[in-house]
């Protein structure tokens, strides 16, 4: 939210160009974390990525109109804290459906999914949805809460690399360090 | 004959519910041991008389069991024959007697050769029949007819006889007996009223040839027989001949002959018999 | 009557697959069309039902009211479409192959894959870019609150998120009402007008009766509906055939214009009209219910009326009754499920199952079997495809030898089709399960395998599925689960090293089969309240025997019997399990391989690594159901008694008990394929056997195999089972398929109740698996219904291959 808050009291124009600097800089920052070992931050940024995504695109905007929805996701380790919270958000002089993204838990989650440990979320977010029921089976992650809110998130969360211009994850994942 | 093994006879396999051998759904009883040895035989494991192991070393795990004298529990060494006391061999066929009857099968007595042992038939076959069970042998032709008459001829509704080599001596140097007893052994089967359906199995080269063919189309025409059966060349023995420690013989065919070629034999052969 | 039914017996021996395109040319074109016809999503209903739903949000219509006002909304306005020649008109969806999308029950699992369904490796569906945005925008955000699943969700979040565990148990209520056989013969001789009539009449009669006036409306409403959808057909079909110029695809659409006037509003007067009936209302009970397991029933009965008085008056050949017949085999199966990408691991490949029954005997207990039952049997040979899921009834004592032979060589020329049920065993189980004799020699199949009175019991069969695996985990392991911690999920029933003799250890396994069966039933049970709060059934009600004079809705128990369904997965490989837990941990005279419980588990969770030598006692001398072993004999029974036990007096939300049954459609391979090993020596993620299957690969003879599955107590299996056997092929000669009748009456004579084959060999299938284009249509059966070898995922394939094998020239089984 801080960098939102950043944003009050400048130009509309001055809004756009630094959100869209911001997205620049997290692609850069998704892409080293690809390429890293842990990949623990990995979620956290492709969330900041989402919620920046929802104030420049309305397309994007469009699949969470009125959308009201809170997902926690976490590791068991608890290297992973991370909430989304879908409200309206502050910018451009009004307030405009938006994402919120905390680097903490938050109470009364619709869905909660929680993963095993960084690796275990990587390979969810790298391997596509057939490895959920396996990953459900080893204990690789679970899911508490209302199902189709997540069915929702993850469409979401798909359409993502293609918005910032990365073809696929798996692509990004086979790129050199 | 053997008449050691006559006492005690080992059995290397119980086919249940097979469709072949026989009228209707069948139980075969493979005894183990038989006077020929056919260099083709496709059950190399049921010539000998004595239990065989036969090896399956990709099974074997090294765990030192067979040193040791204990069971192997892997299969990599499969112990072949098995001894049934005649009452043990009888509650087995009779398991499946209800499939029998439905479907108007029966029971077949097969090897090796089942009449080697016409002494332990003798105490399985009577019993058999009490429940009415249809009876059927498959033999080689090579085997001791008055004990066969005088023991155990009544209890059987169908004998299977094989035909292989006419010339006596290729069959003597060949498969180790004379044929003498065995055509012998046809002819007098003919005068009693158990049905005999001859068998031709058509081995390349061996049986498969014309010389040999129209020689038992011949025999076939002087004792006026009219309906036989031909079975066909099959390759697996000599997997089997291997994991038996044993060669195959040199001049075997390496497959098994087309079905085409099987009817043109099976072609020729009724050519001749209508022939003459 | 055997002389006119030989007279068209021979008649039907002109017609083979293989002149398929001379004799039979519509047929030949139908069904190369429907071999090469893609799968794809249709959204036309939900869009429907929820704009319907949408508009009436706040209005306080009551639901049964509603719900048939959304469906008939459907139905009044949906497209038709006539995508080939086929006699019949209507189809489940406006596709040529549709997979509905049903938003209320599971449709909004593949939201994920909105981009990619169409394109993905594994069976794609393809999805309308601009269907997949409508889904997205408009029908998915409404039903995220409101899908059954979440409206259960809120009353048992517990044991909501037990089932989401999968290895647990599961409700298929989750996805479907289903799985049952309307009364079509209602329709045939009453017209849904003369259905609608009664509705109007009993409405005004119990206007002073809140529930049951509104029921009846909600009927009326419903069968308004079926009228719309019908007379648009006829209208669409009359203008199309104005300008159609191909004359024979005038002619087509101008009789079904016709057809369609008269049927289903009223009575059937002509066997193509009672057909389309049939079709036609099977189509509209889809737009109420999801397409699973709806199931035509006994049409060899009641369509032969119909088909006799045609072909004596001489106004219907043996090949118009083929041509429709056929014409109907391909309409039932228009349609698959959809399948999100993430079932696909459990449940790829399932068709929508619709059982059809012939054969048997009639309500009065005499040989059932009529020309007509010759004649769906040709179809069934003609037309090797997935759906019907084809079954024979054979009563040994009261049908031909003849009748048997005939459905013993269809199965030996499409190798897979039908399967055989056992008229005296399965009578027997209905009557003891409270049906009157009348009603139980009346029994069709019920999707797989299950039975029920058709048209009178609602028995909802696939209620729920218990995974024995996890059962006998968790008496194993002090009563904790893989998927839930460290703690007992319900009881801690003991370590291994607590139990001092079998007796002791199959008592906890008992413990946690209670446990599993309380919870699945309660779980059950609310998903059954919540059906009758948001997805009353008026339409399929109407077309049921009770509900119009209960006037009560199926839902609530309006049906004549109320049973619910529960089936078993694991049952050979868990059976092997605790007959090997016997024999090497509580047998003190085992002297080649003892050890104790503890060590033995390790061993199992190790998945048998370093414990080789145990690995192959466990393969070759353990004691195995499906062999003559009398252990073995004796615990399958136990565990069969058991089930029976802890499920058979439990009550259902409406009234009835839950029928134990074995069958596993294709999840016994999904979830071998991702749970551990077990002791019966079966290793990690290998597909579990199917059904009442004995464990594959086990050395044991086929009649040996077949005497363990009849020798269980049928009456402890009144959902009845799914028995696989695998032979190779044999030549089709009269000899062979006498024998082959032979065996399986036989194996009925002792007690089985139902047995299905496949006719392949291990090469043939091992082909099919690496070229899956060298055998694209090979149909299998899978446990319980058919389906195309390639549709299946891989584990299910593997299990089909590596099914036992029987060779039946020798009689033997015939290893890997």
Not at chain 3, 328 to 333: G, Q, R, V
Not at chain 3, 742 to 763: A, E, P
Request: glycine share 6%; with cysteine; proline share 4%.
């Amino acid at each position: 939210m801080d960098f939102i808050k950043a944003l009050e009291g400048r130009t509309k124009e001055m809004q756009l160009s630094l959100i869209k600097n911001k997205l620049k800089s997290l692609k850069i920052d998704i892409e080293t974390e690809v390429a890293g070992e842990t990949l623990d931050n990995l979620l956290f940024l492709l969330l900041k990525a989402m919620g920046l995504l929802f104030l420049i695109n309305k397309d994007y905007r469009k699949n969470i109109k009125d959308f009201t929805g809170t997902y926690v996701i976490c590791s068991m380790d608890k290297k992973i804290d991370v909430s989304a919270i879908f409200k309206k958000i502050p910018v451009f002089f009004t307030k405009i459906d938006g994402m919120e993204v905390k680097d903490s838990i938050v109470d009364n989650a619709t869905t909660t999914v929680t993963f095993k440990d960084g690796k275990a979320m990587a390979d969810f977010l790298l391997s596509g949805n057939t490895d959920v029921i396996a990953g459900m089976l080893n204990n690789q992650l679970s899911v508490s809460g209302n199902l189709n809110y997540l069915f929702k998130f993850v469409y979401l969360l798909w359409l993502i690399p293609e918005l910032l211009g990365i073809n696929d994850f798996k692509e990004l994942l086979s790129q050199p360090a | 004959m053997n008449n050691k093994a006559s006492l005690e006879p080992l059995i290397f396999d119980i086919a249940r519910a097979s469709f072949v051998d026989g009228p209707g759904v069948r139980t075969i009883v493979f005894f183990k041991g038989c006077p020929l040895s056919c260099p083709w035989c496709h059950n190399p494991e049921s010539q000998s008389y004595k239990a065989e192991t036969m090896y399956f070393p990709e099974d074997c795990i090294d765990c030192g069991n067979c040193k040791e004298g204990k069971k192997c529990l892997t299969r990599a060494r499969r112990i072949i024959g098995k001894k049934y006391s005649p009452e043990q061999l009888v509650e087995i066929i009779l398991e499946d007697k209800a499939y029998f009857k439905t479907s108007d099968g029966g029971v077949t007595f097969s090897g090796g050769e089942a009449l080697s042992f016409i002494n332990y038939l003798s105490l399985v076959l009577p019993a058999l029949k009490k429940e009415d069970i249809h009876i059927a042998i498959q033999t080689c032709g090579y085997f001791d007819f008055n004990s066969f008459v005088s023991k155990i001829l009544q209890y059987i509704d169908v004998i299977f006889f094989d035909f292989k080599i006419m010339d006596e001596d290729t069959h003597h140097n060949l498969l180790g007996k004379s044929n003498q007893i065995i055509l012998e052994n046809f002819v007098n089967l003919l005068q009693h009223k158990t049905s005999v359906i001859p068998r031709i199995p058509l081995i390349p080269h061996f049986v498969a040839n014309k010389n040999n063919l129209d020689a038992i189309a011949e025999f076939f025409l002087k004792h006026k027989v009219k309906h036989c059966e031909f079975l066909y060349y099959n390759i697996s023995s000599r997997e089997k001949l291997i994991r038996l420690n044993r060669e195959p013989a040199e001049d075997l065919p390496e497959k098994a002959a087309h079905m085409a070629q099987n009817r043109a034999w099976i072609d020729y052969f009724r050519h001749k018999m209508k022939k003459k | 009557m055997y002389e006119k039914i030989n007279k068209v017996r021979n008649k039907l021996k002109e017609y083979t697959p293989e002149n398929l395109n001379t004799k039979l040319p519509l047929l030949d074109t139908l069904l190369g069309l429907h071999y090469n016809a893609a799968a794809e999503v249709d959204i036309e209903r939900a869009r429907y039902m929820t704009a319907h739903f949408k508009q009436t949000e706040h209005l306080n219509v009551p639901m049964p009211i509603r719900r048939a006002e959304a469906i008939s909304s459907y139905l009044s306005k949906r497209e038709i479409a006539f995508h080939d020649n086929n006699m019949l008109a209507g189809g489940t969806t406006g596709k040529a192959l549709g997979a509905p999308l049903y938003p209320e029950f599971f449709g909004l699992s593949i939201w994920p894959e909105l981009g990619d369904i169409s394109t993905r490796d594994e069976n794609p569906q393809i999805l309308d870019k601009n269907d997949a945005e409508i889904l997205n925008f408009e029908i998915f955000p409404y039903w995220m609150e409101k899908s059954i699943a979440e409206e259960v969700r809120k009353e048992d979040p517990y044991r909501q998120a037990l089932l989401e565990k999968m290895i647990i148990y599961t409700i298929s209520k989750a996805a479907t009402i289903s799985h049952t056989t309307p009364c079509y013969e209602l329709v045939l001789k009453k017209g849904i007008q003369g259905i609608m009539e009664e509705a109007v009449q009993k409405e005004a009669e119990y206007s002073e009766d809140k529930e049951k006036s509104i029921f009846y409306q909600s009927v009326r409403i419903a069968m308004q509906g079926i009228l719309d959808y019908a007379a648009n057909i006829a209208k669409e079909a009359a203008k199309q055939a104005d300008t159609e110029t191909d004359p024979k695809r005038k002619k087509n659409l101008q009789q079904m214009a016709e057809v369609c006037k008269q049927v289903p509003a009223n009575p059937a007067k002509t066997y193509r009209e009672a057909v389309n009936a049939l079709w036609i209302c099977q189509v509209c009970i889809f737009a109420e219910n999801s397409n699973m397991a709806i199931n035509p029933g006994r049409i060899d009965q009641i369509l032969y009326p119909y088909f006799i008085k045609d072909y004596k008056a001489g106004d219907l050949s043996i090949e118009d009754t083929l041509n429709i017949s056929g014409s109907l085999w391909l309409k039932l199966a228009d349609n698959v499920n959809l399948v999100p990408e993430a079932a696909e691991k459990l449940f790829g490949g399932a068709g929508a199952v619709p059982a059809v029954t012939l054969g048997g005997v009639d309500k009065d207990g005499n040989d059932a079997v009529n020309e007509l039952t010759y004649i769906l049997l040709k179809v069934t040979e003609l037309l090797p495809i997935q759906d019907p899921n084809v079954n024979a009834r054979f009563h040994p004592k009261k049908n031909s030898v003849d009748y048997r032979n005939e459905v013993s060589r269809v199965i030996l020329t499409n190798k897979a089709i039908p399967a055989f049920f056992n008229d005296i065993q399965n009578i027997k189980t209905l009557e003891d399960q409270g049906e009157t004799p009348e009603h139980a020699r009346d029994y069709a199949v019920i999707g797989c395998v299950e039975l029920g009175s058709a048209g009178r019991d609602y028995s909802a069969s696939s209620s729920i599925f218990m995974m024995m695996y996890t059962i006998l985990y968790m008496a194993l392991h002090n009563g904790r689960t893989t998927v839930t911690g460290d703690q007992p999920l319900w009881k801690a029933t003991g370590n291994p090293e607590e139990f001092n003799t079998f007796e002791e250890f199959f008592e906890a396994y008992k413990e946690q089969t209670e446990l599993m069966a309380d919870n699945a039933v309660s779980l059950n049970n609310t998903y059954g309240k919540k059906h009758q709060e948001f997805l009353p059934t008026p339409l399929l009600s109407a077309i049921f025997k009770g509900p119009m004079d209960a006037g009560r809705d199926l839902i609530y128990g309006g049906a004549v019997y109320n049973s619910s369904g529960v089936t078993h997965i694991g049952f050979a490989d868990v059976c092997d399990s605790l007959c090997a837990i016997k024999d090497i941990c509580f047998n003190e005279n085992n002297t080649d391989m003892h050890l104790s419980l503890k060590e033995f588990v390790k061993a199992v969770d190790n998945n048998f690594e370093g414990y080789e030598l145990l690995e192959a006692y466990l393969q070759n001398d353990a004691p195995k159901y499906g062999t003559s072993d009398t252990v073995a004999a004796e615990i399958s029974q136990k565990l069969i008694d058991l089930g029976y036990e802890v499920f058979n007096t439990q009550e259902n939300y409406r009234g009835g008990n839950y029928r134990v049954a074995y069958w596993t459609m294709t999840n016994h391979a999904g979830y071998g394929s991702v749970v551990g090993a077990l002791p019966s020596g079966r290793k990690a993620n290998v597909p579990f056997s199917s059904g009442i299957t004995p464990v594959s690969q086990i050395e044991t003879e086929l009649t040996t195999s077949l005497n363990c599955v009849a020798a269980l107590n049928s009456k402890h299996t009144p959902g009845a089972y799914a028995l696989n056997m695998k032979y190779s092929p044999v030549e089709c000669s009269p000899e062979n398929v006498d024998r082959f009748g032979s065996i399986v009456q036989t194996y009925m004579d002792k007690g089985g109740q139902q047995v299905q084959f496949n006719i392949h060999d291990y090469k043939t299938l091992k082909e099919a698996k690496e070229n899956p284009d060298s055998h694209p249509h090979l149909l299998v059966r899978v446990s319980g219904y058919s389906a195309y070898f390639k549709s299946l995922n891989k584990a299910m394939q593997d299990e089909l291959i590596t099914r036992s094998q029987y060779n039946l020239s020798s009689g033997k089984f015939v290893s890997l």
